[in-house]
């Protein structure tokens, strides 16, 4: 079972953000955003303000932009132009071991061709805290262990890396991204291939970091109703536009869906979730 309160330990720069919460500055401020590959354009002018303390659900459908989005708000990619700040800093302004302290990214794809083990690729979370030409402390070690006993690795900790399922590699890179221990964490559909259990404690594990220690969950999802259990915020995106944007219940709406997606549905409150929920209108064979 995934039990995992990242409070636990001390992140170097939650104390800074959570005074900067107190000032009502934004985690992020992304402003007429543009990027494309080549010729074929991804985003289109998006402008997009990310208040600390909340899970925001990026939706939308395949090729929509989202990937790309968390890219440059996690700094891996840059923008053709726009701008993009950080707790009020040009994020171009952070170097890469400081941003690293700051923001944790969990990709869709996780690709290692070397046989390290599961406990040294989780160890390698705290590699923007160990100084160069150094090893990690024991704290880092101390921290590591702790996170791989809380995310359920223990048995696979000396396992390489390679011998593993797409599932079980996705969580031992959610368990790095914890060990990295950051105020802001983004997720790029990182349960996709996790079964039912794991994705279902994963994300309530996150979701209880947001209301408990104020960190900040951004997470590209495709399933409705997995964004509408878990997110208060909610950010529609089709061809590299956003579509809207606000708390989850004023978002997910049956109109939204039809002009995000093309699809009919039902948005209705569901009393065993306590939350929105989506249904669509199946064809069974006869």
């Known amino acids: 079972m995934l039990d995992v309160h990242l409070s636990d330990v001390i992140c170097e720069g939650l104390q800074n953000y959570l005074a900067l919460m107190v000032h009502k500055t934004p985690v992020f401020e992304v402003n007429r955003l543009h990027f494309s590959y080549g010729r074929q354009k991804v985003l289109d002018n998006i402008s997009l303000t990310i208040e600390a303390g909340n899970f925001y659900a990026i939706v939308g459908p395949n090729g929509c932009g989202k990937t790309t989005l968390l890219d440059i708000m996690a700094g891996s990619k840059t923008p053709g132009s726009g701008s993009i700040r950080y707790l009020g800093r040009d994020i171009k302004e952070y170097g890469k071991r400081k941003l690293a302290r700051e923001i944790a990214l969990v990709p869709q794809d996780f690709y290692i061709h070397f046989p390290f083990t599961v406990g040294e690729v989780v160890l390698m979370g705290r590699h923007p805290y160990i100084p160069r030409f150094g090893g990690p402390s024991k704290e880092d070690i101390d921290i590591a262990e702790a996170i791989i006993e809380k995310t359920g690795l223990c048995r696979l900790k000396d396992k390489y890396i390679t011998e593993l399922s797409g599932g079980e590699k996705q969580r031992v890179v959610f368990a790095r991204a914890l060990v990295q221990d950051t105020p802001v964490l983004i997720l790029d559909e990182a349960t996709s291939n996790m079964d039912i259990q794991y994705t279902l404690n ?39 536009r956003i579509v809207s944007e606000g708390n989850t219940p004023e978002v997910l709406t049956e109109e939204g869906i039809k ?11 569901d009393r065993y979730s306590n939350s929105c929920q989506v249904s669509f209108k199946g064809i069974r064979p006869r």
């Open 202 to 240: 994963f994300l309530r594990a996150v979701s209880e970091e947001v209301s408990q220690a104020g960190r900040t969950v951004i997470s590209a999802l495709h399933d409705l109703n997995l964004a509408a259990n878990y997110s208060n915020k909610m950010v529609f995106m089709k061809s590299g």
């Open 259 to 269: 002009a995000v997606f093309n699809v009919e549905s039902r948005v209705y409150f």
